[in-house]
T-cell receptor, first 109, second 113 residues
Framework: RKEVEQDPGPFNVPEGATVAFNCTYS??????FFWYRQDCRKEPKLLMS???SGNEDGRFTAQLNRASQYISLLIRDSKLSDSATYLC??????????FGAGTRLTVKP | DAGVIQSPRHEVTEMGQEVTLRCKPI?????LFWYRQTMMRGLELLIY????????DSGMPEDRFSAKMPNASFSTLKIQPSEPRDSAVYFC???????????FGPGTRLTVL
């Protein structure tokens, strides 16, 4: 089993749609969790951290369920500029960071 | 802040040649990571350092790969001899003390012919 698994995608959605990505992780001792965004031929960049209580940043909402070892990202009112690959990242222990394979999102007019 | 700096940005070499990739982390960051990204395998952690000390190199594919961090401001990833299957984008990332948000460099696109 992979350490971090994501929805395979790709997701093709119209502008204004709501889209959700899921991610599961295998190491129950994992300490912290993140969503990164990667544009084509660019480096990954932090989108948001994921906190146990869930957190929101504008149109983006992240949820963590430690019991189920599950992380989600919800994007509301999607924009063309949201088109990218979204990477689920898990800090297993002391900066041992593991990335999911990524989910590709395309938002169309 | 200049961010994480990697060089070269692009490298084309022939099979069997030695390749050296370079990284300068953000000043003050105490952890440095080397990743490899391909379409088939996604983003893979190769090795990471804390305070210049290698912590986990289990992701290094084989003995042809080696990494060093002689000081807090410089790291190298060396492939000798290189093979076509090493073709990938190699990213370096650094992390500040305490918070573990990773800051990535722009990557080195390596092509081995």
């Amino acid at each position: 089993r992979k350490e971090v698994e994501q929805d395979p995608g790709p997701f093709n959605v119209p502008e204004g749609a709501t889209v959700a990505f899921n991610c599961t992780y295998s190491n129950s001792a994992s300490q912290s969790f993140f969503w990164y965004r990667q544009d084509c031929r660019k480096e990954p960049k932090l989108l948001m951290s994921v906190y146990s209580s869930g957190n929101e940043d504008g149109r983006f909402t992240a949820q963590l369920n430690r019991a189920s070892q599950y992380i989600s990202l919800l994007i509301r009112d999607s924009k063309l500029s949201d088109s990218a690959t979204y990477l689920c990242v898990v800090n297993q222990n002391n900066n041992d960071m593991r990335f999911g394979a990524g989910t590709r999102l395309t938002v169309k007019p | 802040d200049a961010g994480v700096i990697q060089s070269p940005r692009h490298e084309v070499t022939e099979m069997g040649q030695e390749v050296t990739l370079r990284c300068k982390p953000i000043s003050g960051h105490n952890s440095l990571f080397w990743y490899r990204q391909t379409m088939m395998r996604g983003l893979e952690l190769l090795i990471y350092f804390n305070n210049n000390v290698p912590i986990d190199d289990s992701g290094m594919p084989e003995d042809r790969f080696s990494a060093k961090m002689p000081n807090a401001s410089f790291s190298t990833l060396k492939i000798q001899p290189s093979e076509p299957r090493d073709s990938a984008v190699y990213f370096c990332a650094s992390t500040p003390r305490g918070p573990d948000t990773q800051y990535f460099g722009p990557g080195t696109r390596l092509t081995v012919l």
